[in-house]
Nanobody, 119 residues
Framework: QVQLVESGGGLVQPGGSLRLSCAGS??????????MGWYRQAPGKQRELVAD???????NYADSVKGRFTISRDNAKNTVYLQMNSLKPEDTAVYYC???????????WGQGTQVTVSS
């Protein structure tokens, strides 16, 4: 069984920063986690990829966040982070953590955490 728990969301003013964390609990080696990432979904919009990161540390970012957001991970802790700087109102969304089970390729999802950027 895999459980992903996000934290760090909240209300921030434009130009501010937040750091999201997602801790994954893995019950056995059968649930070893590979790539991890963050998606977000704004009201009335489709869920979109924000950033992802491989086991080896290779990263990928949406053009809209490149240069402002940084994804990182701690493999020993099965934890992925998203440092969000220079936040804009259009970054307002529910942010979801995701992780891939290596053996099956199945994606697991966190419950989501609200990020609101407003003055």
């Amino acid at each position: 069984q895999v459980q992903l728990v996000e934290s760090g969301g909240g209300l921030v003013q434009p130009g501010g920063s937040l750091r999201l964390s997602c801790a994954g609990s893995v019950s056995s080696l059968s649930f070893r986690l590979g790539a991890m990432g963050w998606y977000r979904q704004a009201p009335g919009k489709q869920r979109e990829l924000v950033a992802d990161i491989t086991i080896g540390g290779s990263t990928n970012y949406a053009d809209s966040v490149k240069g402002r957001f940084t994804i990182s991970r701690d493999n020993a802790k099965n934890t992925v982070y998203l440092q969000m700087n220079s936040l804009k109102p259009e970054d307002t969304a529910v942010y979801y953590c995701t992780a891939k089970q290596v053996v099956s390729g199945r994606n697991y999802w966190g419950q989501g955490t609200q990020v609101t950027v407003s003055s």
